[in-house]
């Protein structure tokens, strides 16, 4: 067993809120990056999250799926509500290919054009961008704590690393590693660290991400937490095989007596 003790992160939903960073990013890559006839940009869409953006957002794994469900929210024609968002919902991944398909995009450009526009607010209104993000403070002192008790932390992001990166600097969070969606999947990244540490622990709030890393025998035996203050489903916390734990805030520290 490593003597190198490491505790890991998901990043949003986890460390910070970015609820209204993702609207707001997602807004300005089709204002700027993404032609489309079906949507016309008002500026007045920037001032409130769609209701109905953030009761779909616990559904969304990479980025590039934020600017599907955007796009079918604001489009002219038949555009996604409370009414009729469970219909999209129900078929999830095959509706974000559908739109793929209709609009004649690929994924990786989508994610890329999400990138652009987060580069473009980092260089010309970086202090704005940063408040879009709302930081769990028990979480920070938690990875403090950690710090102290001379635990390694690695944040895990499907988020691009330097956009983590900028943010987690300016919460002055300076974990030991840090992997983006650039480093592969998250199971794939934790199998690599498993050879190298000694892993107390993974917080996450994507249900469906734990259970692949339970179900892998490389990484089978890490103790996986289910973050109950992320973007969840209702039906997340219910039924939760033994080995995944529903985790608080105010239970944070108790994780440190384990």
């Known amino acids: 067993m490593s003597s190198h003790k490491l505790f890991l992160f998901d990043f949003d939903g986890v460390i910070v809120d970015g609820m209204n960073e993702y609207w707001h990013s997602s807004l300005l890559a089709f204002e700027k990056f993404i032609n489309s006839p ?6 007045n869409l920037y001032k409130q999250v769609s209701n109905t953006f953030i009761e779909m957002r616990p559904w969304v794994k990479y980025g590039w799926e934020m600017l599907i469900i955007v796009h079918q929210i604001i489009k002219s024609e038949d555009p996604l509500n409370n009414q009729n968002k469970i219909n999209f919902l129900n078929k999830y991944h095959q509706n974000c290919q559908k739109v793929l398909l209709e609009n004649s995009w690929v994924a990786e450009d989508l994610q890329k054009c999400l990138d652009k526009a987060r580069k473009y607010q980092i260089e010309n209104d970086f202090d704005n961008w940063i408040r879009l993000h709302r930081p769990f403070y028990e979480v920070i002192v938690f990875i403090e704590k950690l710090k102290k008790e001379k635990i390694k932390t690695g944040i895990i992001t499907t988020k691009g690393k330097i956009f983590a990166g900028k943010i987690l600097e300016k919460l002055n969070i300076y974990p030991e590693l840090i992997f983006g ?3 592969g999947t998250k199971v794939e990244i934790i199998s690599e660290l498993w050879r ?3 892993i107390m622990g993974f917080i996450e709030d994507r249900r469906n991400t734990l259970l692949d890393i339970k179900q892998n025998p490389v990484t089978s035996n890490i103790p996986c937490y289910l973050a109950d203050w992320g973007y969840l489903k209702n039906i997340d916390r219910l039924n939760l ?3 995944i734990k529903l985790l608080k805030l105010k239970s944070l520290e108790d994780l440190l007596a384990i």
């Open 38 to 43: 079906k949507i016309l940009i008002d500026q």
């Open 181 to 183: 969606y650039e480093s």
């Open 196 to 198: 190298e540490y000694e």
């Open 241 to 243: 095989p033994l080995e």
